[in-house]
T-cell receptor
Framework: DAGITQSPRHKVTETGTPVTLRCHQTENHRYMYWYRQDPGHGLRLIHYSYGVKDTDKGEVSDGYSVSRSKTEDFLLTLESATSSQTSVYFC????????????FGQGTRLTVV | AQSVTQLDSHVSVSEGTPVLLRCNYSSSYSPSLFWYVQHPNKGLQLLLKYTSAATLVKGINGFEAEFKKSETSFHLTKPSAHMSDAAEYFCVVSDNPSGTYKYIFGTGTRLKVLA
């Protein structure tokens, strides 16, 4: 497996609380991504980063923010968690090039009660 | 913007029979296409990728896919299903607006293999 570690792997939190998920890579890849996976929707892109301090929104970015202060770390923050953000979150990394595949972490299962 | 459509949300086959998982893509230029597999409660693993070098792409575990530009399709096949193939499969297209790279997923096809 590519060197990607997500933490925590499981989390239960209450509505309205802030939550931060961490993705750490040891591959020195330029691109990092956060996706959420929900039944019937596949994986949907939340935010992505194309370099340190360079980030952009994906298709489902509302309610989420990200930060990347180092090449190896990409943080996803839910400012005020809602039940609709209960999901499985995947981090991915990739190198440069249109034909380069993405490598995925093991996922974080987040439950907002 | 590019997109992919997986035509079947569920597919059931008997062990030892062929597998066909269908994917159509939309692209304004030559795409990069991928198939990923996800076993229950696991992460995603790359099965194969199309990079324009050859239209028939061979992947791991006996899977292959054929890129057909005229049909905008990239269907995944395997001659003989095994019980261990039961999983969810995702067709993915790589998009690169403004020089950045994004991976756009289909909604997935859950493959069930019957004994």
């Amino acid at each position: 497996d590519a060197g990607i570690t997500q933490s925590p792997r499981h989390k239960v939190t209450e509505t309205g609380t802030p939550v931060t998920l961490r993705c750490h890579q040891t591959e020195n890849h330029r691109y990092m991504y956060w996706y959420r996976q929900d039944p019937g929707h596949g994986l949907r892109l939340i935010h992505y980063s194309y370099g340190v301090k360079d980030t952009d929104k994906g298709e489902v970015s509302d309610g989420y923010s990200v930060s990347r202060s180092k090449t190896e770390d990409f943080l996803l923050t839910l400012e005020s968690a809602t039940s609709s953000q209960t999901s499985v979150y995947f981090c991915a990394i990739s190198g440069v090039g249109l034909n380069t595949e993405a490598f995925f972490g093991q996922g974080t299962r987040l439950t907002v009660v | 913007a590019q997109s992919v459509t997986q035509l079947d949300s569920h597919v059931s086959v008997s062990e030892g029979t062929p597998v066909l998982l269908r994917c159509n893509y939309s692209s304004s230029y030559s795409p990069s296409l991928f198939w990923y597999v996800q076993h229950p409660n696991k992460g995603l693993q790359l099965l194969l990728k199309y990079t324009s070098a050859a239209t028939l792409v061979k992947g791991i575990n006996g899977f292959e896919a054929e890129f057909k530009k005229s049909e905008t399709s990239f269907h995944l096949t395997k001659p003989s299903a095994h019980m261990s193939d039961a999983a969810e499969y995702f067709c993915v297209v790589s998009d690169n607006p403004s020089g950045t790279y994004k991976y756009i997923f289909g909604t997935g096809t859950r493959l069930k293999v019957l004994a």
